[in-house]
Nanobody, 115 residues
């Protein structure tokens, strides 16, 4: 059974930091590309950051220089370090694994940034 479990969300003030974790089981983590996505109320889910199985990273423009995605294959975990948070970062954050055409989603963790 595949599981992706996000943690680390919460409420912070503008300018603060949070570190999200997504721990996986049931997949061969090291060969999966991993991603963080977010969905704000009334908006579509959008990609935030991606990291390939080889460690190549990519970010959406709005978080470049503030967020850092990383992975620890020995722990089957992907992280999202979020610094200089802004109210517009408020959303539910989801992680996703993908290997070829097979993908899985976690259930999300909520991030609220107050001004």
């Amino acid at each position: 059974q595949v599981q992706l479990v996000e943690s680390g969300g919460g409420s912070v003030q503008s300018g603060g930091s949070l570190r999200l974790s997504c721990t996986t089981s049931g997949i061969v983590f090291s060969i999966n590309d991993m991603g963080w996505y977010r969905q704000a109320p009334g908006k579509q889910r959008e990609v935030v950051a991606l990291i390939t199985s080889g460690g190549r990273v990519n970010y959406t423009d709005s978080v470049k220089g503030r967020f850092t995605i990383s992975r620890e294959n020995a722990e089957n975990t992907v992280y999202l370090q979020m610094d200089s948070l802004k109210p517009e970062d408020t959303a539910d954050y989801y992680c996703k694994s993908q290997y070829r055409l097979s993908y899985y989603w976690g259930r999300g963790t909520q991030v609220t940034v107050s001004s």
